[in-house]
């Protein structure tokens, strides 16, 4: 009987660096197939070493690594083994990078600031990556640092679904608030499909990492609010927001969700102590970087992302995963 070969790939095959292991083999999991047989480890001297135990000739490789703490040593492990698949003549390779580091350096905010986000573009493309799979880049335009095909897909329908269950009929009598005027498209967008209203913080930066919280835009007087961010790293963002909308606008009381617990310290103390009750968010980064935070639940994202990976192969559209 002829069957119809795939031309990117005769199989699929799925590797995970140190980053995330979990999430790829919850992945692997939901999509019935094995992770493949490899061993990302590091010499002596820091240097990251890729050695793959089973074959990946004409296979769709799929290559699954957030570049998160530690982010040079996960992006250089990412890196690494798209090298090893393409020289072992792989079909394809997909970055698969649920939280994409560097994305926060997408321009030039001073003079002679790199653009970081694009460097990170380039090296990916330069190792032999063929496409790149990712979810909530901080800036939707780094798509277009690459010059080959980039599917981002969207954390939002994870947290519509979770809430829609949560608050149910109470959902329209709450309203989302963005943290910052940056996020309000974002924001926007969530709020929506919730029937939810919608208010903004209005920060003023003074440097890096502190921010002094200005007002609030919007009615959230005796109303339950959800905060909503793309990530959370040191929370001072999030709990001066948090801070505002209870003290200034009267909010009965705050939920925080984020597509990225970057967590950087202070960020679980800074969170164990705010008026937030509960902090929702994706396993994009390793769960146990929130541990320690009693306000802190994980949605998992595997779903989306086995889904994904399985229409990529297929040549299947992906756009319903963006609903």
């Given amino acids: 009987m002829y069957t119809k070969m795939i031309s990117h790939g005769k199989d699929i095959k799925i590797f995970t660096g140190n980053s995330n292991p979990e999430l ?9 197939t094995q992770l493949g047989d490899a061993e990302v480890k590091h010499f002596a001297d820091g240097e990251a070493s890729v050695s793959l135990y089973e074959t990946v000739r004409g296979s769709d490789v799929f290559l699954i690594n957030s570049t998160c ?30 939280y994409f580091g560097y994305a926060r350096q997408d321009r030039k905010a001073k003079s002679r600031d790199p653009i970081s986000a694009k460097l990170v573009a380039n090296m990916l493309v330069a190792a032999g990556a063929d496409r790149v799979l990712t979810m909530d880049l901080h800036a939707a335009q780094i798509q ?14 994870v947290f519509v679904d979770y809430y829609a269950k949560k608050f149910g009929e109470n959902c329209e009598n709450m309203v989302v608030v963005s943290p910052d005027v940056g996020s309000v498209a974002r924001a926007r967008t969530f709020a929506q499909k919730l029937h939810m209203g919608l208010a903004i913080v209005d920060k003023r930066r003074q440097k890096a990492n502190q921010c002094e919280v200005m007002n609030v835009i919007g009615d959230v007087a005796g109303k339950d609010c959800i905060l909503f961010d793309d990530m959370i790293d040191t ?11 209870v003290e200034v606008g009267g909010a009965n009381s705050v939920y ?22 509960e902090v929702a968010l994706l396993n994009t980064l390793p769960e146990e970087m929130g541990a320690g935070c009693d306000k802190i639940k994980y949605l998992s994202v595997a779903p989306m992302f086995a889904e994904a990976i399985e229409r990529t192969y297929q040549e299947i559209s992906i756009a319903k995963l963006f609903n």
């Avoid at 310290?265 to 800074?270: G, I, K, N």
């Fill in 256 to 277: 925080a969700c984020a597509s990225h617990g970057v967590l950087s310290s202070p960020a679980l103390e800074r969170l164990e102590n705010s008026v937030i009750k």
């Fill in 144 to 157: 277009g640092f690459f010059d080959i095909p980039v599917d981002n897909l969207f954390g939002n329908p």
């Fill in 69 to 98: 703490k530690p982010v040079n040593d996960s992006l250089m492990e990412l890196l690494v083994m798209i090298d090893a698949c393409k020289r072992a003549s792989a079909g394809r390779v997909t970055a698969v990078i649920p």
């Fill in 24 to 32: 790829a083999k919850e992945i692997c999991k939901i999509m019935g």
């Fill in 235 to 245: 929370a001072g963002s999030i709990c001066n927001a948090a801070k505002a909308i």
